[in-house]
């Protein structure tokens, strides 16, 4: 039950929610030519959708910082009243980073120097790459990691932030067959973007549509917006409040723990299979099952440990408040990701309905 309470978010990144999982409040900061006026797009020629990735892709070495605002509307369960200790406080948690507006302040300087700076009302949490260094850190639990990554070409593979420019690389990568594309003209942030709709062409998948603001001079993404099949309101969306182009301070990226902090060092192998090649909160041996929009990534038994059969009575109370019984094991579906946990241990998740899980696990 722990490792399935700390692998979820890692698992549901297929059904592009990661994006939205960020955190933090920090004070808006403008400078001169994040302040230009978005009515500007309105005569500019709307441009093809290719345009606009090509735009995109050159983005990869700018340099920004701002605030980001995350809201989701996921539809998922409420834990029960007292439910704070051990893997019902874990959930708790979970549910809390998926389901409450967050805030948060990102410094980006090309691609290798991130900081994602995530703080709660009586706590901060931070990851800081600077080249092949990579630092997280949580000040409730006192803990620090410090990650040392083979190269940079591996850095870049393995460390990221949860940020806009994060969400579209997800999505773009569903956008050829699977997808179809149109662009339209916006602005956010006080910034003019293109507005890229990316639209499942299959009607399997939970998912309605994505769209991206990407601002027209940098081609970086300003917003990202999932809207669940037959909602409303956007089911997760993640977007800058305010952006600033200039190059962030040096000082953003260096990070020294405090003294009486618990602090874990681990180097990564060059080689990808290194089993010291998993991040914190990764998972081992996913496969996946499917394709595009529809695809289901599924954990074999023995990764989560005993599986349903295998939890304590707390435990078990905890897993029932969030899920409900299946044939063979218990599932969660939410407007955009379902996840299956089998009694043998084997764990689905996909952009799917809970019943495309329970073909998958057969």
């Not at 973007?193 to 601002?215: E, F, I, M, R």
């Not at 019984?325 to 241990?345: C, K, M």
């Amino acid at each position: 039950m722990k490792k399935m309470m700390k692998w979820l978010p890692a698992l549901v990144a297929p059904a592009v929610v990661a994006g939205a999982v960020v955190g933090v409040s920090a004070a808006p900061a403008f400078a001169s030519e994040s302040s230009g006026p978005a009515a500007s797009v309105t005569q500019m020629s709307t441009p093809s959708a290719s345009t606009v990735l090509a735009l995109m892709a050159q983005a990869k070495n700018a340099h920004y910082s701002g605030t980001i605002e995350q809201t989701s509307n996921l539809g998922l369960p409420e834990l029960p009243a007292g439910a704070t200790g051990g893997s019902a406080g874990q959930a708790s948690g979970m549910l809390e980073l998926l389901t409450a507006p967050h805030k948060a302040r990102v410094y980006v300087d090309g691609p290798s120097k991130q900081r994602l700076q995530v703080l709660d009302s009586l706590a901060e949490r931070d990851v800081v790459r600077n080249g092949t260094k990579v630092w997280t850190w949580d000040s409730q639990k006192n803990q620090a990691v410090k990650v040392t990554l083979p190269s940079k070409t591996a850095a870049k593979d393995a460390a990221g932030s949860a940020t806009p420019q994060d969400l579209a690389t997800t999505l773009v990568g569903k956008a050829d067959k699977d997808s179809t594309l149109s662009v339209s003209k916006g602005s956010q942030a006080g910034r003019a973007v293109w507005k890229l709709t990316v639209t499942p062409k299959t009607s399997d998948t939970l998912v309605g549509k994505a769209v991206l603001s990407v601002d027209t001079k940098t081609g970086v993404p300003l917003a990202a917006e999932v809207d669940a099949r037959g909602q409303d309101s956007a089911a997760a969306s993640v977007e800058f409040t305010s952006v600033d182009f200039g190059t962030p301070a040096a000082s953003n990226f260096t990070f020294t723990p405090p003294k009486s902090a618990k602090v874990t060092h681990k180097t990564l192998t060059s080689h990808p299979s290194h089993p010291d090649n998993r991040m914190p909160g990764s998972f081992e041996g996913p496969t996946v099952v499917g394709s595009g929009w529809t695809s289901v990534v599924a954990v074999p038994a023995g990764s989560l440990g005993a599986g349903v059969a295998g939890l304590t009575a707390d435990e078990s109370h905890t897993l029932t408040q969030l899920t409900q019984p299946v044939d063979g094991g218990r599932g969660l579906q939410t407007a955009l990701f379902s996840v299956l946990l089998t009694d043998d241990g084997r764990l689905y998740a996909g952009a799917v309905p809970l019943s495309a899980l329970e073909s998958a696990a057969k």
